[in-house]
C-alpha cells in the first residue's frame, strides 16, 4: 500500500431483528457511533462507501436514501456488493481510496435489513448464493447447502463429528452473551445444538447464523491525516488479501476448505509481513458452525484436518492462542450481510485499544485478523490491523 | 409496529431452454453432456457456448461419464420457494469417472466415496448409489 491507512472512528447498531427502524435509521445508530467516536463529522468525509446486498429489504439502492439521512449528499455514495463479504468489501474499496492517495478520509457503511421479507423469501434468495439455472433451479440449493456439503466431507474426511461443530455453537453464544448489541444473547448447550431442527443436514438450526438486521460504521483515514487531527489511538490496516472460487460449488474438487480464503490469507500475511503465528486475535466468518472449523485450518492456525482440536483445546477462548469471535460471531451476535465485515472491524478496533470489557482479549503484540467470506466461498477478504 | 410494503413480484424469462437443448436432449437419453472446445480441448461443466481460455466460440457437446464417486452430499429439509412440493431431497456432488465433478441429486442411501451411476428424472441429473 502506498499510504499507511488507519481506522480512526467506529460505530455499531444493535444487531436483531429491528422491526423498529427502516434502514435508514439504522444506519445512522452506526453513523452516528463512528462520528462520535472519531471527533469528526460530515465536513471530514470525502468519500462514502456503502456495503449492502439489499436484495431482503424494501430499499434496494439503499446508497442515495442512507446517505441523505445521515447528512453525507454529495460525499459520493458508492455502493458495493460481495454477498456476504460485502463489508469488507467497501472497507477494502475505501482503503485502497486513501492508500493510493484519491482521498484522506472515507467513511464506510455496512447496513442491511433481512428480515423484511419472510424465511422462505430469503431461503430462495440465499439459494442463487451461486449458480443460479445449474444449482438453484435444478437441485434447490439453499444456502445452509452449501456449507452442508464442506460438512459432510470435512466430517467424512477428518473425522470432525456434530458434537465438534456444535462447540463453536457453544462459544458464540456465550461470548454474545456479553453483547449487548448482539443478536442473541442466550447460552446454548451442544445439546441443545444437536436436538435442534435440521435445516440441511448436516447443518440444524443452531449450527446456523441467523438472518439479521443490522449496521455497522468505520472512518478510516491516511497517517498523514491522523497526524494532522492528533489522533493518538489509530488501528492500522497493515494488508486487505482478497480472493475468489467458482461460482458453481461442484467444480472447485475440494469441499473441505475455502480456496478463495486461503488465496486472501496468503496474501494478507504476505503483504503484512505477518505470519499466522503472530494473530492474536480473529474475526471469522462463522456463518454456519463448520465454517469456523474450516477458517482455523484456511488461515494457518492450525493444519488441514486439526481445526476441531483448536476449538476443544479451548485456544480460541479468551486469552487462548488465537482468541476468535469474542463478541458472539456471525453466529450469534448476528450477521446482516453488508455490516458482517464493517462490523469485524468495529470489534478488532475494540479490541486493539483494549475497550472490549468483560470480553478483552490480552495482547502482546496488538496484531489481529478478519476474515470475510462471501457467498459460498466465492469472495474472501483478509484483513490484518495492529495498534 | 410493522406495515406492509408493496409486494414485488418477479417473474423471470431466461433464454437457457435454446441455449442448452442438447443438455435437455442428453438428459432424456440418459447421458450428462457438457460442452468442449474444439480448439484448445477443454471441457466444460456447466456447459459453456464460449471458451474464456482461447477465446474460441466453437463447441462441441460431448458426455461427461455416466458413473462416479459421491464425493459429498446435504439432505434439505428446509425447503427454499419452488421446492416446497417435494419431500426432503438429498443433493450430491459426484465426480464422474472422466474426472468432471457436478452437482445432482442422490437416489438411495448417501454415503461419502459410494460409486454411483448418473440417471435423470427429466428434469435433473440423478446419481444412484450402487448397492
Not at chain 1, 469488507?88 to 482521498?103: C, E, H, L, Q, R
Not at chain 1, 451476535?333 to 475494540?350: D, N, Q, R, S, W
Request: glycine share 10%; hydrophobic share 40%; with cysteine.
Amino acid at each position: 500500500m502506498d499510504r499507511k491507512v488507519g481506522i480512526v472512528g467506529v460505530g455499531m447498531s444493535k444487531f436483531g431483528r429491528r422491526n423498529d427502524v427502516t434502514v435508514r435509521e439504522l444506519s445512522w445508530e452506526a453513523v452516528k457511533e463512528a462520528f462520535e467516536d472519531s471527533g469528526l463529522t460530515q465536513k471530514d468525509i470525502q468519500l462514502t462507501v456503502i456495503g449492502s446486498t439489499a436484495y431482503r429489504g424494501t430499499e434496494i439502492y439503499p446508497a442515495p436514501p442512507v446517505s441523505e439521512y445521515c447528512g453525507l449528499v454529495g460525499k459520493s455514495p458508492l455502493r458495493v456488493e460481495a454477498a456476504c463479504a460485502t463489508g469488507s468489501s467497501a472497507v477494502f474499496t475505501a482503503v485502497n481510496a486513501i492508500a493510493s492517495g484519491m482521498v484522506d478520509i472515507a467513511l464506510v457503511i455496512g447496513v442491511d435489513k433481512m428480515t423484511e421479507v419472510d424465511t422462505a423469501t430469503s431461503l430462495a434468495i440465499g439459494g442463487r448464493g451461486g449458480n443460479y439455472y445449474w444449482e438453484f433451479h435444478m437441485y434447490g440449493t439453499t444456502f445452509p447447502t452449501y456449507y452442508a456439503l464442506y460438512a459432510t466431507r470435512h466430517m467424512s474426511l477428518f473425522g470432525t463429528t456434530e458434537e465438534d461443530m456444535a462447540l463453536a455453537a457453544v462459544k458464540a453464544h456465550k461470548y454474545a452473551s456479553y453483547n449487548e448489541k448482539a443478536h442473541f444473547r442466550n447460552k446454548v448447550t451442544v445439546e441443545d445444538v444437536l436436538k435442534s431442527r435440521v435445516i440441511s443436514w448436516p447443518i440444524k438450526l443452531l449450527d446456523s447464523s441467523p438472518i439479521s438486521d443490522g449496521a455497522a460504521a468505520a472512518i478510516l483515514a491516511s497517517e498523514e491525516k491522523i497526524r494532522e487531527l492528533k489522533i493518538d489511538t489509530p488501528v492500522w490496516v497493515r494488508a486487505m488479501g482478497y480472493g475468489s472460487d467458482t461460482s458453481y460449488i461442484a467444480a472447485r474438487g475440494e469441499w473441505t476448505g475455502l480456496n478463495a480464503a486461503r488465496e486472501a490469507a496468503y496474501m494478507a500475511y504476505k503483504v503484512s509481513g505477518y505470519t499466522p503465528h503472530d494473530i492474536e486475535y480473529a474475526t471469522v466468518h462463522d456463518c454456519f458452525t463448520i465454517a469456523e472449523i474450516m477458517a482455523y485450518e484456511d488461515l494457518g492456525f492450525v493444519e488441514k484436518g486439526k481445526g476441531t482440536a483448536l476449538l476443544r483445546e479451548g485456544q480460541t477462548e479468551k486469552d487462548g492462542k488465537v482468541a476468535v469471535n469474542l463478541f458472539g460471531g456471525l453466529k450469534a451476535k448476528g450477521h446482516p450481510l453488508g455490516a458482517t465485515g464493517v462490523a469485524m472491524v468495529y470489534e478488532i478496533t475494540k479490541q486493539l485499544r483494549e475497550e472490549a470489557g468483560p470480553v478483552q482479549h490480552s495482547f502482546k503484540k496488538y496484531v489481529a485478523l478478519s476474515h470475510n467470506v462471501g457467498g459460498t466461498g466465492h469472495y474472501a477478504f483478509v484483513g490484518v490491523y495492529s495498534r | 409496529m410493522v406495515m406492509d410494503g408493496i409486494p414485488l413480484v418477479m417473474k423471470y424469462t431466461f433464454p437457457a431452454e435454446d441455449l442448452y437443448r442438447p443438455f435437455w436432449e442428453g438428459l432424456k437419453r440418459g447421458e450428462v453432456l457438457g460442452t468442449r472446445c474444439k480448439r484448445c480441448n477443454t471441457l466444460y461443466f456447466p456447459p459453456q457456448r464460449d471458451c474464456p481460455k482461447c477465446m474460441g466460440s466453437d463447441m462441441e457437446w460431448v458426455g461427461v461419464g455416466k458413473s462416479g464417486e459421491l464425493m459429498t452430499y446435504s439432505i434439505v429439509e428446509q425447503k427454499p420457494q419452488g421446492f416446497e412440493n417435494y419431500d426432503k431431497y438429498t443433493i450430491g456432488i459426484v465426480r464422474t469417472e472422466k474426472g468432471v465433478n457436478l452437482m445432482c441429486w442422490v437416489v438411495g442411501t448417501p454415503k461419502v466415496g459410494a460409486k454411483v451411476s448418473l440417471s435423470s428424472d427429466g428434469h435433473r441429473v440423478l446419481c444412484e448409489v450402487k448397492a
